[in-house]
């Protein structure tokens, strides 16, 4: 079997689930805050990715995952900075009242 690298943040259960596949594989703690910091911002960016494509795919299924995942990476930025779920519901109802939602779907083409 070949090695291949992936150098990124995994969720907790992935060392199990590998092992259990009857795989192995080299894992590490990130123990610097900073380290894992950018890491999430990576996860959230691959992340992203994965809803972007499953958007573009039309897969109701992968679109739910996927925000889900987004979603998991955002409650693990929050909990490093201690931001509770309630603020941030609270700070997203806040400005959904004074600057709106994209309900009405409108795009910025220019200004002057």
Same mark, same amino acid.
């Given at each position: 079997? &070949?090695?291949?690298?992936?150098?990124?943040?995994?969720?907790?259960? %992935?060392?199990?689930? %590998?092992?259990?596949?009857?795989?192995?594989?080299?894992?590490?703690?990130?123990?610097?805050?900073?380290?894992?910091? &950018?890491?999430?911002?990576?996860?959230?960016? #691959?992340?992203?990715?994965?809803?972007?494509? !499953?958007?573009?795919?039309?897969?109701?299924?992968?679109?739910?995952? #996927?925000? !889900?995942?987004?979603?998991?990476?955002?409650?693990?930025?929050?909990?490093?900075? !201690?931001?509770?779920?309630? #603020?941030?519901?609270?700070?997203?109802?806040?400005?959904? #009242?004074?600057?709106?939602?994209?309900?009405?779907? %409108?795009?910025?083409?220019?200004?002057?």
């Amino acid at each position: 079997m &070949s090695k291949t690298v992936h150098n990124k943040l995994v969720r907790d259960h %992935i060392p199990e689930i %590998i092992r259990n596949n009857g795989e192995s594989a080299g894992f590490r703690t990130l123990e610097s805050r900073d380290e894992f910091i &950018s890491a999430l911002l990576e996860k959230l960016f #691959e992340e992203s990715a994965e809803v972007r494509d !499953a958007v573009w795919a039309s897969d109701s299924t992968e679109i739910a995952k #996927e925000i !889900a995942d987004v979603r998991e990476v955002l409650d693990a930025v929050a909990a490093e900075f !201690a931001i509770s779920p309630q #603020e941030i519901e609270r700070i997203q109802f806040e400005r959904r #009242e004074k600057r709106g939602g994209f309900a009405k779907r %409108i795009f910025l083409e220019s200004t002057e």
